[in-house]
């Protein structure tokens, strides 16, 4: 048996009776290794920028589900993702062909650190990624209390090829034509975009940018715990390095409990 958001709930199995199902509306395949999707979005669901959900499709009588960041603002209408294609991935290889229409699962719970609450008050909020991790700051960049906490944003992604980057320039130009954002933003947000693997204007890996000078110099400071804050978001690696140069500079890792100066996520999909 096939089922969906027509299934009366008497007649869903135990498993699904946790979720909601939501009808995809758009999907976007930037690369033959990304793509995006929007979906319905619950009108009882709350979230802050920058969290995750749990979403996924059903399986049988279960979900099969992964944590995903929110790319969408806490004010959107619709949720938005932007995701991996892995060929062998359970989910994610699946995930790739849907199309509008199509229905995912969602448990309607979001949490995360990636967020203003764990952040002490600052100047400079920076946002760094790697790969399908700027997902959660998509979400933070285009939140009027970004700007309201801080004087300048600084979104840096790293990426192996040139066109892995479309979708972090697509959301700058996109907050650049939006009804109301430009006069809310105003100068305030920078993208740097770099790649590891073909050849581009900007190249290497963030972790070098800020050991050998070059982040200052494209910034116009280094990292300064007086007036930085931080979020990282990518690869367990990523993570690990980042999260070391900032413990070097003075900073204090944050959390929802214990605001800091700089905060992970720890998340990951197949």
Same mark, same amino acid.
């Given at each position: 048996?096939?089922? @969906?958001?027509? /299934?009366?709930?008497?007649d869903l199995?135990r498993?699904?009776?946790? &979720?909601?199902?939501?009808?995809? /509306?758009s999907?976007?395949?930037?690369?033959?290794?990304?793509f995006s999707?929007?979906?319905e979005?619950?009108? !009882?669901l709350?979230?802050?920028? %920058?969290?995750?959900?749990?979403?996924?499709? &059903?399986?049988?009588?279960?979900? =099969?589900?992964?944590?995903y960041?929110?790319?969408?603002?806490?004010?959107?209408?619709?949720?938005?993702?932007?995701?991996?294609?892995v060929?062998?991935?359970?989910?994610? @290889?699946?995930?790739?062909? =849907?199309? &509008?229409?199509?229905?995912?699962?969602?448990?309607?719970?979001?949490? %995360?650190?990636? &967020?203003?609450?764990?952040?002490?008050?600052?100047?400079?909020?920076?946002?760094f990624?790697?790969?399908t991790?700027?997902?959660?700051?998509?979400s933070?960049?285009?939140?009027?209390? !970004?700007?309201?906490?801080?004087?300048e944003?600084? =979104? !840096?992604?790293?990426?192996?090829?040139?066109?892995?980057?479309?979708?972090?320039?697509?959301?700058? @130009?996109?907050?650049?034509?939006?009804e109301?954002?430009?006069?809310?933003?105003?100068?305030?947000?920078?993208?740097?975009?770099?790649?590891?693997?073909?050849?581009?204007?900007?190249m290497?890996?963030?972790?070098?940018?800020?050991?050998? %000078?070059?982040?200052?110099?494209?910034?116009?400071?280094?990292?300064?715990?007086?007036?930085?804050?931080?979020?990282?978001?990518? @690869?367990?690696?990523m993570?690990?390095?980042?999260?070391?140069?900032?413990?070097?500079?003075?900073?204090?890792e944050?959390?929802?409990?214990?605001?800091?100066?700089?905060?992970?996520?720890?998340?990951?999909?197949?």
């Amino acid at each position: 048996m096939t089922y @969906s958001s027509a /299934t009366p709930l008497e007649d869903l199995p135990r498993g699904l009776q946790g &979720v909601v199902f939501l009808k995809v /509306t758009s999907v976007t395949h930037w690369t033959d290794r990304t793509f995006s999707f929007t979906c319905e979005r619950p009108e !009882t669901l709350r979230f802050r920028s %920058g969290e995750f959900a749990m979403i996924g499709l &059903v399986d049988g009588e279960r979900p =099969l589900l992964r944590a995903y960041s929110i790319a969408s603002p806490a004010w959107d209408d619709e949720l938005e993702f932007y995701s991996i294609k892995v060929e062998e991935g359970p989910l994610t @290889s699946r995930l790739r062909h =849907l199309k &509008v229409g199509d229905e995912i699962v969602m448990r309607a719970k979001p949490v %995360g650190t990636l &967020v203003h609450d764990a952040l002490t008050p600052g100047k400079r909020l920076i946002l760094f990624s790697t790969g399908t991790g700027i997902a959660p700051f998509a979400s933070v960049i285009r939140d009027p209390e !970004t700007y309201e906490k801080f004087d300048e944003v600084i =979104l !840096t992604q790293t990426c192996r090829e040139v066109a892995e980057l479309d979708y972090g320039r697509h959301l700058i @130009s996109g907050i650049a034509d939006h009804e109301f954002l430009p006069e809310i933003v105003g100068n305030k947000l920078r993208f740097i975009g770099t790649t590891t693997r073909e050849p581009s204007q900007l190249m290497g890996r963030m972790t070098d940018w800020l050991r050998d %000078g070059r982040f200052a110099e494209a910034t116009g400071a280094p990292l300064d715990p007086a007036t930085d804050r931080v979020m990282i978001c990518g @690869s367990l690696d990523m993570l690990r390095d980042h999260k070391q140069i900032c413990e070097d500079a003075g900073m204090r890792e944050g959390s929802n409990s214990a605001p800091g100066d700089f905060v992970i996520e720890k998340a990951f999909v197949d």
